[in-house]
């Protein structure tokens, strides 16, 4: 079975989709993840978009975006109040397979009682074709 553009495109969002963004304890989760970007709140509240972000000692380094420009920045862990991570969500991908599961079961199911069955006719058993060839429609003498 042969999956359309569109549906790739679905089935890859739908993937994306199983993250979360958390608070997450920086030297620890950069020590064993890369993520893309990390948000870092500072003591002053501002937030700051961080990429290639990495622990070091006691300093959370990096490339930052502000005003449009890129900028190396090395931010103390004493100056920042929280970081933010996309995460995998274990729940949300629990609800997408169970979904996907759903579906095709559902998919398959009337797929095979479509087929199931007669020809999805009815036969009239008072018309002149009956009661020429009787032998042929037993259902209508029962």
């Not at 569109?6 to 993250?19: P, S």
């Not at 064993?32 to 070091?56: L, Y």
């Not at 490339?63 to 274990?90: F, M, N, S, Y």
């Not at 095979?112 to 009239?124: A, E, F, N, V, Y």
């Amino acid at each position: 079975m042969k999956l359309n553009r569109a549906a790739w495109v679905g089935l890859f969002a739908a993937v994306g989709a199983c993250t979360t963004v958390r608070s997450i304890q920086p030297a620890e989760y950069l020590a064993d993840n890369t993520p893309e970007v990390v948000w870092v709140t500072d003591t002053n509240n501002t937030v700051v978009p961080v990429t290639e972000a990495v622990v070091t000692r006691d300093t959370l380094r990096g490339v930052a975006l502000t005003d449009g420009k890129e900028r190396r920045v090395k931010i103390p862990l004493t100056e920042i109040r929280t970081v933010q991570a996309k995460v995998h969500d274990h729940t949300k991908t629990a609800i997408l397979v169970g979904t996907v599961g759903v579906v095709a079961a559902s998919t398959i199911y009337f797929g095979l009682i479509s087929k199931s069955g007669g020809s999805g006719t009815t036969i009239d058993c008072t018309g002149d074709e009956v009661t020429k060839h009787p032998t042929e429609h037993p259902e209508c003498f029962s």
